[in-house]
C-alpha cells in the first residue's frame, strides 16, 4: 500500500559541559578554548600509564540536579563503564562513561512549541527523558590547512559532560529546536552548565527516521525504518536546518523504492546538506565493561538534598507570570530567558500595584486593583518592558542588572502613562532621561516640561491657530479629505512639542471643522 505521506521519528542526544571548576576525573581547571592548547593538562586526562581518576563530586551533583529537574528517577547507586574505540582525541583508547547504571533514567521534559511552528494540538509536548548519564568529554582536533597537519588539544580532554538522550518523541525540526531552546533556559536557569551551542558547551546529535501511515494516520509497518544519526550540530539553526534537509532525503529515497541504511552522518553548513561518515554503531562495539578504578558512586543523599533545594523551574515561572499578573505567553517568556527580568518585572507589578491603589484613594487594595485590571495593566507593562525598556538596554549593551531605574520608579513611571499624564512619544523620552539619571521619573516630567497638555483653552486655541494658518488643508477636508484631520494632529503635537493629547487633539480638530 502506498503511504500517504511520512511521519518524522526523532530523536535526540545532547552533550552537555558542566559548570564545575575542574575536570571530571583530575585537578587540572575547566578551561574555555581561548586557553591556550595544552596548558591545562596532566597525567590523569592525557591517559599517561599509571595515572587513576578521582571523581569530581560537584559534577555529580550536577547531573544529579539535571536528572532530577527532567523528572527522571536517581537510582541510589551509580556506576562508571569504559567506552572502548580508537580516536587521536581519545588518549587513553576509551572514554570513561556510564551504561547499565547511569545516573538518571524515565524521565520527561513538558515543553512549549511557538503557535507558528506547532503542529497541530502539539503546542505543549511531552518529550520523554530515556537516560542522562556522565562522561568525560575527549581532546579537540584541530586541522591546520596550512601546513596540512592536524594537532590535538588535551586543555579539553575529561572535561566533564552529562549526556541527555531523549525518547523518539520529537515530531518536526521545529519541536527539536524548541526542545533545545527550553533545555539551555532550563541548564543555565539552575546553573549546570553555560549551555551555549556556539561555543560547544551543549552539542546535539539528531537521530532521524520516517514512518509511513496512511490517510487516517495509522503506520503501514510494525517497525520503524534504520535510524540516520546527524553528529555534532552546534547551533539552533543546524539542528533546524539538517533535520528538514534529513527527512527531505529519506522521503526521497523512500519513494524511489530504496530503503535508508543506519548510518552516522554529518552536516555541512555551507552547503546546507547532509553527508555520509560511517556505518551506525551500536553498544557491542564498543566492548563496554565496569570501569576498574571507580568505586559505585552514592546518590542518595545528594538526590534528597538537591531535591530539597529545587528552585522553581522556567515553564513554572512562565505560567506564573502569566496566571498572576496577566502577562502574555510572549512577554512570559521573554521575562523567563532572560536573567534577571523575572525579579525586576514582579517588583515593579508590587510596586505599581500601590500606586493604581493610592490614585484611587484608597477604594481598593493593590491586589485587588491589579486584579480588576489584570489584562489592562498587564499589556501596558509588558509592552514598555519587552520593547521600550528591554530596547534601549540592548542599544547600550547592558542587561536588566546594570539599569539604574528602581522598581519604585519605573512602576511610578507607568502610572503617569495609566493616568495620562504623559503621552507616548513623551514617555519614550521620558525613560531615555530616567535611564541616564536614575532618578524619580516626577521629577523629570515637570523638570523637562513633558507632561500632558491639561489646558482645554490652551489645546483650543492652539487647534484654531494651526486651522488658521493651514486654510488649503482645511477646504479639502470639507471636499471630503477627512484623512487630512490625522495631518492636522501631527502639526499640533509639532507645535506643543509632543504634550498634547492625541486624541483629544483630534477631537479638537473634527469639532472646530463642524465634523
Same mark, same amino acid.
Given at each position: 500500500m502506498t503511504p500517504a505521506r511520512y511521519i518524522p521519528i526523532i530523536g535526540l542526544e545532547i552533550h552537555v559541559r558542566l559548570r564545575t571548576k575542574t575536570k571530571m576525573f583530575c585537578s587540572c581547571p575547566n578551561v574555555d578554548d581561548s586557553t591556550a592548547p595544552n596548558t591545562a593538562i596532566c597525567p590523569v586526562c592525557t591517559g599517561q600509564p599509571g595515572a587513576l581518576p578521582a571523581l569530581n563530586a560537584e559534577a555529580v551533583r550536577l547531573g544529579v540536579r539535571a536528572g532530577l529537574a527532567l523528572e527522571c528517577t536517581i537510582p541510589d547507586q551509580a556506576h562508571f563503564d569504559r567506552k572502548n574505540y580508537f580516536y587521536p582525541d581519545l588518549p587513553k583508547g576509551y572514554q570513561i562513561s556510564q551504561?547499565?547504571?547511569?545516573?538518571?533514567?524515565?524521565?520527561q521534559f513538558i515543553?512549549?512549541?511557538? =503557535?507558528?511552528?506547532? /503542529?497541530?494540538?502539539?503546542? #505543549?509536548?511531552?518529550?520523554?527523558?530515556?537516560?542522562?548519564?556522565?562522561?568525560?568529554?575527549?581532546?579537540?582536533?584541530? +586541522?591546520?590547512?596550512?601546513?596540512?597537519?592536524? @594537532?590535538?588539544?588535551?586543555? #579539553?580532554?575529561?572535561?566533564?559532560?552529562?549526556?541527555?538522550?531523549?525518547?523518539?518523541? &520529537?515530531?518536526?525540526?521545529?519541536?527539536?529546536?524548541? $526542545?533545545?531552546?527550553? @533545555?539551555q533556559l532550563l541548564l543555565r536557569s539552575l546553573r549546570i552548565s553555560e549551555a551555549d551551542m556556539e561555543k560547544g558547551y551543549m552539542r546535539c546529535d539528531a537521530n532521524v527516521s520516517l514512518l509511513p501511515v496512511d490517510e487516517q494516520g495509522l503506520k503501514l509497518q510494525p517497525d520503524f525504518n534504520p535510524k540516520i544519526e546527524i553528529k555534532n550540530l552546534n547551533s539552533f539553526r543546524a539542528v533546524e536546518r539538517a533535520i528538514t534537509y534529513e527527512m527531505e532525503r529519506q522521503r526521497l529515497m523512500l519513494e524511489k523504492g530504496e530503503m535508508p541504511r543506519g548510518a552516522t552522518r554529518g552536516w555541512d553548513e555551507n552547503k546546507g546538506e547532509t553527508?555520509?561518515?560511517?556505518?551506525?554503531?551500536?553498544?557491542?562495539?564498543?566492548?563496554?565493561?565496569?570501569? %576498574?578504578?571507580?568505586?559505585? &558512586?552514592?546518590?542518595?543523599?545528594?538526590?534528597?538534598?538537591?531535591?530539597?533545594?529545587?528552585?522553581?523551574? %522556567?515553564?513554572?515561572?512562565?505560567?506564573? /507570570?502569566?496566571?498572576?499578573?496577566? $502577562?502574555?505567553?510572549?512577554?512570559?517568556?521573554?521575562?523567563?530567558?532572560?536573567?534577571?527580568?523575572?525579579?525586576?518585572?514582579?517588583?515593579?507589578?508590587?510596586? /505599581?500595584?500601590?500606586?493604581?491603589?493610592?490614585?484611587?484613594?484608597?477604594?481598593?487594595?493593590?491586589?485587588? &486593583?491589579? =486584579?480588576?485590571?489584570?489584562?489592562?495593566?498587564?499589556?501596558?507593562?509588558?509592552?514598555?518592558?519587552?520593547? =521600550?525598556?528591554?530596547?534601549?538596554?540592548?542599544?547600550?549593551?547592558?542587561?536588566? #542588572?546594570? &539599569? =539604574?531605574?528602581? %522598581?519604585?520608579?519605573?512602576?511610578? $513611571?507607568? +502610572?503617569?502613562?495609566?493616568?495620562?499624564?504623559i503621552n507616548s512619544a513623551n514617555a519614550q523620552k521620558l525613560l531615555t532621561l530616567m535611564m541616564e539619571k536614575g532618578t524619580d521619573p516626577s521629577h523629570l516630567l515637570e523638570e523637562h516640561n513633558l507632561g500632558q497638555m491639561d489646558d482645554a483653552n490652551a489645546l483650543a486655541e492652539t487647534v484654531a491657530s494651526i486651522l488658521q494658518q493651514n486654510s488649503d488643508q482645511v477646504a479639502q477636508i470639507r471636499a471630503g479629505k477627512v484623512a487630512l484631520v490625522k495631518w492636522f494632529v501631527g502639526c499640533i503635537m509639532k507645535a506643543t512639542e509632543g504634550r498634547a493629547n492625541p486624541e483629544q487633539a483630534e477631537v479638537e480638530v473634527k469639532k472646530q471643522l463642524g465634523l
Amino acid at each position: 500500500m502506498t503511504p500517504a505521506r511520512y511521519i518524522p521519528i526523532i530523536g535526540l542526544e545532547i552533550h552537555v559541559r558542566l559548570r564545575t571548576k575542574t575536570k571530571m576525573f583530575c585537578s587540572c581547571p575547566n578551561v574555555d578554548d581561548s586557553t591556550a592548547p595544552n596548558t591545562a593538562i596532566c597525567p590523569v586526562c592525557t591517559g599517561q600509564p599509571g595515572a587513576l581518576p578521582a571523581l569530581n563530586a560537584e559534577a555529580v551533583r550536577l547531573g544529579v540536579r539535571a536528572g532530577l529537574a527532567l523528572e527522571c528517577t536517581i537510582p541510589d547507586q551509580a556506576h562508571f563503564d569504559r567506552k572502548n574505540y580508537f580516536y587521536p582525541d581519545l588518549p587513553k583508547g576509551y572514554q570513561i562513561s556510564q551504561f547499565d547504571f547511569p545516573i538518571a533514567e524515565n524521565g520527561q521534559f513538558i515543553i512549549d512549541v511557538p =503557535k507558528k511552528d506547532a /503542529l497541530p494540538n502539539r503546542e #505543549r509536548i511531552r518529550i520523554g527523558i530515556t537516560r542522562a548519564h556522565l562522561e568525560e568529554d575527549a581532546a579537540k582536533n584541530i +586541522h591546520d590547512s596550512a601546513s596540512s597537519s592536524s @594537532l590535538i588539544d588535551f586543555n #579539553r580532554a575529561s572535561v566533564p559532560l552529562t549526556e541527555i538522550v531523549t525518547e523518539p518523541d &520529537v515530531r518536526s525540526p521545529a519541536e527539536a529546536k524548541a $526542545f533545545l531552546q527550553e @533545555l539551555q533556559l532550563l541548564l543555565r536557569s539552575l546553573r549546570i552548565s553555560e549551555a551555549d551551542m556556539e561555543k560547544g558547551y551543549m552539542r546535539c546529535d539528531a537521530n532521524v527516521s520516517l514512518l509511513p501511515v496512511d490517510e487516517q494516520g495509522l503506520k503501514l509497518q510494525p517497525d520503524f525504518n534504520p535510524k540516520i544519526e546527524i553528529k555534532n550540530l552546534n547551533s539552533f539553526r543546524a539542528v533546524e536546518r539538517a533535520i528538514t534537509y534529513e527527512m527531505e532525503r529519506q522521503r526521497l529515497m523512500l519513494e524511489k523504492g530504496e530503503m535508508p541504511r543506519g548510518a552516522t552522518r554529518g552536516w555541512d553548513e555551507n552547503k546546507g546538506e547532509t553527508f555520509d561518515q560511517r556505518s551506525k554503531e551500536t553498544s557491542a562495539d564498543y566492548r563496554y565493561f565496569p570501569e %576498574p578504578d571507580l568505586p559505585p &558512586v552514592s546518590l542518595a543523599e545528594i538526590r534528597e538534598e538537591e531535591k530539597a533545594r529545587m528552585p522553581e523551574l %522556567p515553564i513554572e515561572t512562565r505560567e506564573r /507570570l502569566q496566571e498572576e499578573w496577566g $502577562f502574555s505567553v510572549d512577554d512570559a517568556r521573554f521575562f523567563v530567558a532572560n536573567e534577571g527580568w523575572v525579579e525586576y518585572v514582579e517588583e515593579v507589578m508590587g510596586e /505599581l500595584g500601590t500606586w493604581l491603589a493610592a490614585t484611587d484613594e484608597g477604594k481598593e487594595s493593590a491586589g485587588d &486593583v491589579l =486584579k480588576n485590571r489584570r489584562t489592562e495593566i498587564a499589556k501596558l507593562a509588558g509592552g514598555w518592558f519587552t520593547t =521600550k525598556l528591554a530596547g534601549l538596554l540592548s542599544a547600550n549593551n547592558k542587561t536588566i #542588572r546594570d &539599569v =539604574k531605574i528602581s %522598581p519604585e520608579n519605573f512602576a511610578e $513611571f507607568l +502610572h503617569l502613562i495609566d493616568d495620562g499624564a504623559i503621552n507616548s512619544a513623551n514617555a519614550q523620552k521620558l525613560l531615555t532621561l530616567m535611564m541616564e539619571k536614575g532618578t524619580d521619573p516626577s521629577h523629570l516630567l515637570e523638570e523637562h516640561n513633558l507632561g500632558q497638555m491639561d489646558d482645554a483653552n490652551a489645546l483650543a486655541e492652539t487647534v484654531a491657530s494651526i486651522l488658521q494658518q493651514n486654510s488649503d488643508q482645511v477646504a479639502q477636508i470639507r471636499a471630503g479629505k477627512v484623512a487630512l484631520v490625522k495631518w492636522f494632529v501631527g502639526c499640533i503635537m509639532k507645535a506643543t512639542e509632543g504634550r498634547a493629547n492625541p486624541e483629544q487633539a483630534e477631537v479638537e480638530v473634527k469639532k472646530q471643522l463642524g465634523l
